[in-house]
């Protein structure tokens, strides 16, 4: 009985990770709900360079893994003039976001870091 | 123990994880075949030319949203899990073609743990050309976990779904919409790219599961590994892009396989081989070429398996298309430095590839077993040798077939002219796609001063509009406001059945035809056979694409080119002509002051349908400072046109040297 409550404890822990491993569970931050950029649309026009000049800066103080390995940055509007700046950045499989949000001045008043999800290539 | 042994079942009999290409390697191999494309095919140069104005090719810090963006978001994308794409789920699992399939798993990835035959995707081709594409429902093992699973997914990225998005990318009415369209259809076309990419992922064309998420536990890729270890450095190729047109490939499936090679023989490998790298019409498939000429990392050689396991594949053979037979007998042929991160660490045996298909050293290397008993042949491909090797042939292939791709997808090109009158334009466009048009329509939109974009008017293509033909279309003037008009057809272009009546060809429609060269990335020497943006292409010699944006220098817009590059040049292009018609030919002309240098007047021809119409010779005594310095003189000549195309050459003439006459702002305007 005490072997087989040790084998099912075993069994246990061996699927828990299992599931973490395929579904790709890390312990990283959680996916915010709501979505950080809902209400904003993709923006095409020129960001204003305070904007440009603070999301450089943020860039350049990732660590050198992830400025290496940033897929690709995105910018936004929300409708009233506020803007965000998406860099979507891949480390091990693993997708993080990190979202810079300015207010109508330009200022960055958020920003928000986390793990939107996983790839498999 | 008994933990470890339940841990190492669960994830050995745990479905699918399968990895292809990692995603930083994708990226790079989008980013080089994006810029091989847009140096030599003015198909997709002109096609970004005409949307310039709602989307530019590249990102700056400013405007991080890009063609070029777009594409390798798209490329990096494709790999997303069900957590990040709820509606593609686990897309990787349909990254997958086996060109010698003929099951009804229907080459899609059937192999699943331990090697048992079990269908897991549809194949690759499949999951990229179906609008919407339905992906199988994979329901996953190890009830009642499930792993791997993955259902009720669709691909809203597959190449018609990228027609679609082109579409309203071209004719909405509002920009903003036009630019998001215009965003998700170079967004497709990446994640298009990246599936045509895979299959030169030799594990992903021979039917080999891989479980990277597992690390060194089980069946991880030692190629992914390879390659994204070491990304930075990777051989991208000489540049170069697909003839897909010179190799005879008329549609899509093309790309990844021509039914040429079936695997009962290597004369296509051969035939593929000896053709290559300029494509002719024994080019293979990307899928065809990798499976016959690469082993995966457990689907190894043909002598290794009966013909009925499904590690089996008839090439490459250790017996013929190695050196085996010399190197079993004599261990030291095959000896040399095994080469790891840090250097050489003593020695070992290796396979070279010497025939069937592609020839390079160090496909396989004997492991400890097989250079104990040479005669049984034990090999592997994790070797770092053998990879680099591999990713030495397979990348490049990857860049310049992907870079193809671009070219076909943007392929529908036009010529367009207009000639005004008090009542009404008549307008002739051509169809300069190389492919017949059918079952189509044109449209004309115009502009208007706040990127409203309206349909003008629009014609029903009846019949079959032939290469080099053109029709005309007729529409009150009045109803103009800006003249800022763009041309759209809409219909079958070719034979492809992935595209039968969602093509897409498109062109700038202007009163007056115009072309100072704009548009370039960065100062360069354009040698014969590449084009210049605005359709212009490099007859011989070589030419400068010149930015003179710094010091102001152009005559017009930022961009200028000089008639002699290293040595003197020629350009030409084509513009839509009415027969009949007398056009005035203008453009600005300057001396390239370094001439004074070497004591030379240049002189340049120019010539409609190679008669020629004059010569000019700047003698100047000119200097770069400004553009009023370099003194830039406008000349023009008059002719009548004769055909629907007029071909239109500057050619620097009777000058030596990297000095030659410059040239901007030519324009034609019928009189």
């Known amino acids: 009985m005490k072997n087989m409550t040790k084998y099912s404890n075993y069994f246990g822990f061996a699927l828990a990770l299992c599931v973490m491993i395929l579904s790709g569970c890390s312990c990283s931050a959680p996916k915010p709900t709501p979505d950080p950029l809902a209400g904003f649309h993709p923006y095409y026009k020129i960001l204003n360079q305070s904007i440009v000049t603070d999301y450089q800066d943020y860039i350049q103080k990732l660590s050198p893994k992830e400025h290496n390995n940033i897929a690709y940055i995105e910018s936004f509007e929300d409708g009233t003039a506020q803007h965000a700046v998406e860099i979507m950045i891949e480390l091990n499989h693993t997708n993080w976001r990190h979202i810079l949000i300015y207010d109508k001045d330009n200022k960055r008043i958020k920003t928000i870091k986390y793990v939107s999800g996983h790839s498999a290539s | 123990m008994k933990a470890k042994f339940i841990i190492t079942l669960c994830l050995a009999l745990s479905g699918a994880d399968s990895f292809g290409h990692d995603q930083n390697v994708h990226r790079a191999i989008t980013a080089n075949a994006e810029a091989s494309a847009y140096v030599h095919s003015s198909a997709y140069a002109d096609f970004l030319n005409t949307i310039s104005s709602d989307f530019p090719r590249l990102s700056q810090p400013n405007q991080p949203r890009s063609a070029t963006n777009s594409i390798i978001k798209g490329s990096n994308n494709e790999d997303f899990k069900q957590d990040e794409d709820p509606i593609g789920g686990y897309r990787s699992l349909n990254h997958f073609y086996d060109p010698l399939d003929t099951t009804t798993y229907d080459k899609g990835l059937s192999d699943s743990p331990p090697d048992r035959r079990e269908m897991v995707g549809i194949n690759s081709f499949k999951w990229g050309s179906v609008s919407n594409s339905v992906g199988y429902n994979f329901p996953g093992d190890i009830w009642p976990l499930n792993f791997g699973r993955n259902v009720n997914t669709s691909n809203i990225w597959s190449w018609p779904n990228a027609r679609g998005y082109e579409w309203l990318g071209l004719t909405a009415t509002n920009q903003i919409q036009r630019q998001t369209n215009l965003d998700n259809m170079f967004r497709a076309v990446g994640q298009v790219m990246h599936l045509l990419e895979d299959t030169t992922q030799p594990q992903h064309v021979r039917n080999e599961q891989h479980l990277d998420s597992l690390g060194k536990i089980a069946w991880e890729s030692p190629i992914e590994d390879w390659g994204n270890a070491n990304v930075a450095n990777l051989n991208y190729g000489d540049g170069s892009m697909l003839d897909w047109r010179g190799a005879g490939f008329t549609k899509l499936e093309d790309f990844w396989d021509r039914h040429l090679y079936n695997g009962s023989s290597s004369a296509a490998l051969n035939a593929d081989n000896n053709e290559n790298p300029n494509g002719g019409l024994n080019t293979l498939g990307l899928a065809e070429w990798c499976n016959g000429n690469f082993l995966g990392a457990r689907h190894l050689y043909a002598e290794y398996y009966q013909t009925n396991d499904i590690r089996y594949y008839p090439y490459p053979s250790r017996n013929t298309s190695t050196d085996y037979k010399q190197t079993s ?41 097989g250079a104990k008993f040479p005669h049984f042949g034990m090999i592997t491909i994790n070797d770092n040798n053998v990879l680099s090797n591999y990713h030495n042939v397979f990348i490049p292939k990857a860049v310049q077939y992907s870079a193809g791709l671009l070219d076909y997808f943007f392929r529908g090109t036009l010529a367009s002219t207009i000639i005004s009158n008090t009542l009404q334009y008549t307008t002739l466009v051509i169809n300069t796609s190389g ?27 009846s019949g079959t509009l032939a290469n080099n033909n053109g029709i005309t279309m007729i ?16 219909g079958t272009i070719g034979t492809d059945p992935v595209e039968s009546g969602i093509s897409l060809a498109v062109g700038a429609l202007n009163l007056v035809w115009h072309s100072s060269f704009e548009f370039g990335a960065v100062n360069s020497t354009i040698e014969a056979g590449n084009h210049l943006p605005e359709g212009w292409v490099v007859d011989f010699g070589d030419v400068d694409l010149v930015v003179g944006a710094a010091d102001g220098t152009a005559y017009d817009g930022n961009w200028f080119v000089d008639l002699n590059g290293w040595v003197p040049g020629g350009i030409s292009t084509d513009v839509a002509t009415i027969p009949g018609q007398s056009y005035t030919l203008g453009f600005a002309y300057a001396r390239n002051p370094g001439s004074q240098d070497e004591d030379i007047v240049p002189q340049a021809q120019i010539l409609a349908n190679g ?32 055909s629907a195309l007029t071909h239109l050459t500057f050619q620097s003439f009777d000058t030596d040297g990297a000095s030659g006459v410059l040239l901007d702002a030519v324009s034609l305007t019928p009189n």
């Open chain 2, 475 to 490: 529409f009150s003037n009045a109803t103009l406001s800006t003249n800022n008009l763009v041309v759209v057809y809409q």
């Open chain 2, 329 to 369: 007998v004599n261990l030291a042929l095959g000896i040399q430095p095994l080469i790891l991160k840090n250097g050489p660490q003593g020695q070992a045996i290796y396979l070279n590839k010497t025939g069937d298909g592609v020839t390079f050293p160090d496909q396989s290397r004997f492991d400890y077993f």
């Open chain 2, 435 to 461: 492919q017949s048009f059918s079952n189509g329509t044109f449209y004309i939109y115009e502009d208007d001063t706040n990127a409203v974009r309206t349909l003008v008017t629009q014609t029903n293509l």
């Open chain 2, 611 to 642: 008669n020629l119409l004059g010569t000019v010779a700047p003698d100047d005594m000119n200097d770069w400072d400004t553009r009023a310095d370099l003194d830039w003189h406008t000349a023009s000549y008059v002719f009548t046109a004769t």
